[in-house]
């Protein structure tokens, strides 16, 4: 059931979000929201229990709604259904295609307002053209693990509750997983929850995205070499790995100013690569899903429905 439960997910995520009084992933947001503006602690301990408590919370009811998800009619027409608004697919490749049109017209100002609205959490204002192209690709590779991958990996190892606890991990991770004074201690477990569950999604992006090269037109001994070399060089044990493996297809450097260098041997990013970062991360996918509609016993871990 899972199997075609996925497919029909993806073909409805090409019909875009649905209404935001609805979508299950702004709900986890305002909850968080809403959690983390009852903290009180003023000591590390304190506020990691409070993080930790309100992380446990949401989880829980979480997995508890998607638990009673699974038990509604319509079987995986019904699953396809609800796994839909945990991908972003269409989201994420029409926002970095924006930015792309942006750069394109030579509108700096709007590029950098496109990428810091739909992609980037980082200070965009005094960013070239070339750092606004480079982030807007690690942007695109970070989030297709992310955002894509990872929800169909987890939905198929574990149906709607894994899928939907992946996709609240990661919300929390996002909002609370800052080493800011506020939010080191409180976001321990968001963060690391976050890191344990993109074990695996970041490793299957990055080597699909290394096979996909191929067909894209890219460069595969380029995406491996410098996914073996910089994958370790980001301060998430993750992110690091498709962003390296996008840098070397593409044979540009991405560089997070003083933070880290991936493929430093590579060309200044363009606008114009931004759209053969889409054409990867289409095949990327592609390579992902057929992966994981494979038989469950070929599949990693037993069988799977």
């Not at 080191?184 to 080597?207: F, H, I, Q, V």
């Amino acid at each position: 059931m899972r199997r075609p439960a996925m497919l029909l997910a993806l073909v409805l995520d090409a019909l875009g979000e649905p209404p935001t009084r609805l979508h299950p992933v702004v709900g986890m947001g305002t909850f968080l929201k809403a959690a983390r503006g009852r903290w009180r602690g003023r000591t590390p301990a304190a506020q990691g229990r409070e993080g930790a408590v309100g992380w446990a919370l949401g989880a829980g009811g979480v997995v508890g709604a998607a638990g009673l998800g699974t038990r509604l009619p319509g079987g995986w027409i019904t699953q396809g259904l609800l796994l839909k608004p945990l991908l972003a697919r269409r989201a994420l490749f029409a926002a970095v295609a924006e930015v792309q049109a942006a750069l394109a017209a030579d509108d700096l100002p709007e590029a950098r307002r496109l990428l810091a609205w739909h992609l980037v959490s980082r200070e965009t204002g005094d960013l070239s053209a070339a750092e606004v192209a480079g982030a807007a690709v690690e942007s695109l590779a970070e989030n297709l693990s992310d955002s894509v991958v990872a929800p169909l990996l987890w939905f198929r190892v574990g149906g709607l509750p894994l899928a939907a606890l992946y996709r609240y991990a990661n919300t929390a991770d996002a909002m609370w997983g800052y080493r800011t004074p506020e939010l080191e201690y409180a976001g321990k477990l968001a963060a690391r929850a976050d890191d344990l569950l993109n074990l695996a999604p970041a490793r299957l992006t990055a080597l699909c995205a290394l096979l996909a090269a191929l067909p894209a037109g890219l460069d595969a001994p380029g995406a491996w070499r410098v996914w073996r070399q910089d994958a370790r060089k980001t301060a998430s044990p993750n992110a690091g790995h498709p962003m390296s493996a996008f840098a070397g297809a593409l044979g540009v450097r991405l560089d997070k100013r003083g933070v880290y260098v991936l493929n430093p041997a590579g060309r200044s990013p363009q606008g114009a690569d931004l759209p053969r970062a889409l054409r990867l991360a289409r095949w990327t996918l592609t390579l992902a899903t057929l992966t994981l509609l494979l038989p469950g016993r070929l599949l990693p871990g037993g069988r799977h429905a």
